[in-house]
C-alpha cells in the first residue's frame, strides 16, 4: 500500500482502534490492519470527520459504508492465517477489502453497481495501490466460479434466509463462510464451515445491512 504518511486522523484513527478492543477484537493482526487502513478516504468528503466513529455512513447509491466494529467482527471471525483467498462480496465503498488486503493472500471483491466498483477500484488500486485486490462488477448471488474454491467467504450484504447456494459450492473444503441473513431489514451474522461434505452453520447475534440484490439474493 502507498505510505499516505501522517494526518490529521491518526489519533483519531487509534482511539477507533482502542475502542474495538474495548468492544471485544482480539486479534492483534485485525487490529493491526485498522490502524493501518485510513477509513477518511473511503468516505464522501463531508463525512469525512465522522470516519472514525463507530457507525455506518452513507457513500451513495443507496448504500453505506459498514460500522467499524461489524467489519472488525466478521474479519475476525473469517480467523485469517495470512495464505487465503477470500472473496468479498459486495465491495461498496472498498474499505472491508483494504483490511482484507493486509490480512490475506488475495481479494476477489465482486460489486453489481459499477460505479461503486470504479470509485472503490480508484482508491484501493490507484490512490492507496494495493496490489492483492482484484475487483469485479457482477451479480455477486452468483459468487465467482472461475476463481473458486475460496477459503474465505465474506458477504457484507443481507442474504434471504437461503444462502445462495451459488456461494456454498464455491467454497474450500475447510472453508469459511460469513453471511448476514433473514428479512431485508435485519439480519442474524451467520458463520459457516465446510466440512467435507457438510456444512455447519453457528449464529454471531443480529446485525442490519443492505440487502444482497441478485437472482439468488432479494429482488431490487
Not at 123 to 150: C, E, M, T, W
Not at 182 to 208: A, H, N, P, W
Request: charged letters at 25%; aromatic letters at 8%; hydrophobic letters at 40%.
Amino acid at each position: 500500500m502507498k505510505d499516505i504518511g501522517k494526518t490529521r486522523f491518526d489519533s483519531e484513527r487509534k482511539q477507533m482502534v482502542l475502542e474495538l478492543g474495548r468492544k471485544g477484537i482480539t486479534d492483534q493482526k485485525v487490529l493491526d490492519a485498522f490502524l493501518r487502513v485510513p477509513r477518511h478516504v473511503f468516505v464522501e468528503d463531508a463525512f469525512q470527520d465522522r470516519a472514525y466513529g463507530d457507525h455506518p455512513l452513507p457513500i451513495g447509491l443507496g448504500q453505506t459504508i459498514s460500522q467499524p466494529y461489524m467489519v472488525a467482527l466478521m474479519t475476525q471471525i473469517l480467523q485469517l492465517s495470512g495464505t487465503e483467498r477470500v472473496m468479498e462480496i459486495g465491495t461498496g465503498s472498498g474499505y472491508q477489502a483494504a483490511i482484507l488486503s493486509g490480512l490475506v493472500e488475495k481479494v476477489y471483491s465482486v460489486e453489481r453497481i459499477k460505479k461503486l466498483s470504479e470509485r472503490a477500484e480508484d482508491i484501493l488500486l490507484h490512490k492507496l495501490r494495493y496490489r492483492n485486490i482484484i475487483l469485479i462488477v457482477s451479480d455477486g448471488s452468483y459468487g465467482l466460479s472461475q476463481y473458486a474454491p475460496f477459503d474465505r467467504i465474506i458477504v457484507t450484504a443481507g442474504s434471504p434466509p437461503d444462502v445462495p447456494k451459488a456461494l456454498l459450492s464455491q467454497l474450500a473444503d475447510g472453508g469459511r463462510l460469513v453471511i448476514p441473513k433473514g428479512d431485508r431489514y435485519i439480519q442474524t451474522l451467520t458463520v459457516i464451515d465446510k466440512k467435507g461434505d457438510e456444512f455447519i452453520t453457528s449464529y454471531e447475534g443480529g446485525c442490519v445491512f443492505v440487502p444482497l440484490i441478485g437472482k439468488y439474493g432479494w429482488n431490487e
